[in-house]
Each structure stands twice: as C-alpha cells, then as structure tokens.
C-alpha cells in the first residue's frame, strides 16, 4: 500500500470536520494523526464519500463501488456485499454494478461506532474482495467492560506473589543474530506458574556495542506461537531491546514444533481457565512481562530514565497492561491493542479479539457458561489498564482491522489519561505500514533523548 504524506490535523480542525476532537472529561490531552491510504491496487474498490472516512453521529455517509474490468459487461456485474456494524455487517445481499460504479447510502447513526461495507466480485473466474468502514464520532465511543472493585487489590497481590519467585536470570549467546554494531544474547527467566510451581519466560536481548547509555525497550508478541529474532533493528539505532514470548518455552527452535503447538496444545489458549481469576491463562503472561521490565532496569547500559513498552495487537494489550501495572515505565507504543472491551459482544457491538461471547452460525452466545468467565474478563480487559496509564502513549489503529476491531481499539485510547497520541489510518487493516514502523521507532528514541 503506497501511503501519501503524513498530515497532522489540529485538533481544531478535526472538530469542524469530522469530530474527532471530543476528548473524555477524565483524559489528558489527545493529538490526533492522520495517515490518508492511496486506494488499494484491484479490480473492485469500494470508497467512502469522505477522504478521511469519518463522520459525526447523524451524519449520513454514501459508498461507492467500483469495478475496473475492460472491456465491461453491458449488463453489469454481480457484486455480493454486506453492510452494517462493525464486525456485525449482517446478511449477504447482491447488487448489479453498471460500469459507473454504484453507489450504497449508509444510515445516519445515532451512537458512535463504525459502519463496513464489505464487497465480492468474480472476475475473470477468480474472487475478489474490498472493505471500507466509516466512522461516526470515533473519538467518543466508550467501552461497555465493567471494572471489578478489587481490581487494584488484585493485581496488588499478583506482583507480591511474582516478588517471591527468584528471577534466575539465564543468558546464552546468539552470535547467529549478533551484528557488528549490536550483541544479541537468548535471555530466560523464572515467573509465576500454576500451582505454586515457577515457570519460564524466553525471549531475545539486544544491546548496542558501543560504550555509552541507552533507553530500554520492552518489545511484546503479538497473538500466536512462533519463534523470535529479537527487535534488533531498533537496537541498531540506539536502544537495548529485550523481545519475549509468553508461552514458556524457547524463542529458537524448529518451526515445526511451534506449528504443532499453535494447532495443539496451545490452540484458543487465550481461553484456558477463563472461569477463574487466579489461574487464567493471561495471569502467568501478565506478570512474565512485568518481569522482563526487573531484567532491563538492572542492565548497565540502562539510562538509568526511559522504559518503554512496545506491542501490536496481543502485543499491545500487553505494552498497555504491563505500564499500567509498573510506574517505571514512561513511555507506550501500542497498536490495535487486543483483549479490548471484549465483553462488547454481549452488549450488541463489536468485541476484541478473541472474539469472547460472540454468537456463532446458530445464535448461540459461545463460551458458556457466561457469569463467571464475564467477571474474570474484568481483570484482564486491556480497557481497566488503559484508565491506569501514566506515561505518554503512541497509539495507532485503522478501521478496516477485521482481528482487534475499531469499535474496541478505540474504546481503550478513549479512556486513557496520560498524554496521548493517535495515528489513524482509515484504509489499514490488522498491520502498521512501513510509514508508522518508522514513526514508532523515531518516537521511541526521541523518548530517549536519540533522533
């Protein structure tokens, strides 16, 4: 995807247009960033009437589809579309494009939230697919999750009970991902465990060869098993980066083995034990994050001041959760953060993913029995961590995301009260473009003090 230049919008002039200036009585200023996506290369586009996609509540907004087919069919061509809420879009209806193209009205909305259109065409034998989701005052949408009255307390005793277990911090070379300018070592450490016994943390460090401090940055996985290489690049411009895996086991071993465990033993383990606070799968992750932060503030080329913490998706659940529960941390990088606002779906709006209490094909609502896995979601839902923020956040979604949903990303910047910022690119789906990597990178080190 070719992206235009970046545009900063002042927040002024967002208000005038699209509304995106509300911000929550309870947070800190926002910045907002706009990266406008060139249209998608393919023979069928669908588009929205506005260039940034992004309307106020009672607003009405227009789709437009488009076919890029010579020579074209005098009859026109079927396209199938669904069109409706985010992650809700309803049944499949078809319509006959003419070679104009063909416009669909989308409904004004009375509450914020998002709209998709979602579009499939045959050509030349083979399927093709568009989306284009449209934004109704994105900026003031809050999450339905509610917030458990001990969730402090709890998560006061989880870190005591981490106190307790002896890091027993493991190095070993990895000359194989070493460069000239940055040392890479395999870094493994104790953590919580179930059933009072330890478990391990694995992941990947790298540290600049050159004499001097450095900012350290906490870099976490996005969903899925899968070796790691560690944030090396990052490293190359002048940061120590320490890259983990949650799984407890090794970031370097054969690719087979993680298939057979992705499609195994740790498939949907972001479910296991969800009827019970204390041993849910995401407790033993939680805290083997924090841990991580122990290790990078004890490195002698720490300077002594800046910890970040970086993910996308799972990953940024997780650079969320793990700065909101150590006041060390001073800076987050947090793109279409997961496990967002995720009991969404019982209240008839999108939820994050994973998908928890969605209806399946036959209207039932999965992952019965509700009550008690609904009350544990509320220790967990990256939503209650986002309000704890305290430190400056570099936020980044797009509406199109078809995994961490717009509805639920935008449900957790909404709430956060430390100084933030937000790079919206309408067109994006469930990845960040080379454009915002790099942006990422640039405000990490300029965290820093680093250009």
Known sequence: MTLRPLRLLAIAA??????????????????????NAAAVAGPLSVTLDRPDWTYKTGDRATARIRLDVQPYPAEGIPVRYRLGPDMLEGPERTVVV???????????????????????????????????????????????????????AFWTAQKEQLAKVDPQWTLSPAPDLSTATVDVSYLHYQNVGQGGQPSRIYGVLAVPRADGKYPAVLHVPGAGVRPYKG??????????TLQIGIHGIPVNLPDELYEQLRNG???????????????????RVYLGALRGLDYLVRHAKWDGRTLVTQGGSQGGQLAI?????????????????????VTGYLSGRAGGWPGLFRKDD??????????????????????????RLRSPVLFYAGYNDLVTPPTSTFAVYNVIPSPRQIVIEPEQAHLTS???QATQQQWILKQGGKR
């Not at 247009?17 to 009585?25: C, I």
């Open 434 to 436: 080379e454009t915002h």
């Open 362 to 387: 036959n209207g039932n609502v999965k992952d019965q029995p509700i009550a008690a896995k609904v009350k544990t979601t509320g220790y967990y839902d990256t939503v209650n961590f986002a309000k």
């Open 14 to 35: 967002l208000f005038a247009t699209s509304q995106l200036a509300y911000l929550p009585a309870t947070a800190a200023t926002s910045e907002v960033r706009l990266l």
């Open 321 to 341: 959760v793990t700065a909101a529960l150590d006041p060390r941390v001073t800076a987050t990088v947090a793109s279409y953060p997961a496990y967002a606002d």
């Open 265 to 283: 033993a740790l498939e949907s383990y972001n479910r296991y034990n969800l009827d019970d606070r204390d041993s849910y799968y995401y407790r």
């Open 98 to 152: 003419p070679k104009e193209g063909l416009s669909l009205p989308i409904p004004a909305q009375s509450q914020p939230g998002f709209v998709r259109v979602l579009v499939e065409a045959s050509v030349g034998g083979k399927p093709v697919k568009a989306r284009a989701t449209a934004a109704f005052s994105p900026l003031t949408i809050r999450p339905v999750q509610t917030e458990p009255a001990d969730f402090d």
């Open 231 to 240: 944030a090396v690049e990052l490293a190359e411009k002048g940061a120590i």
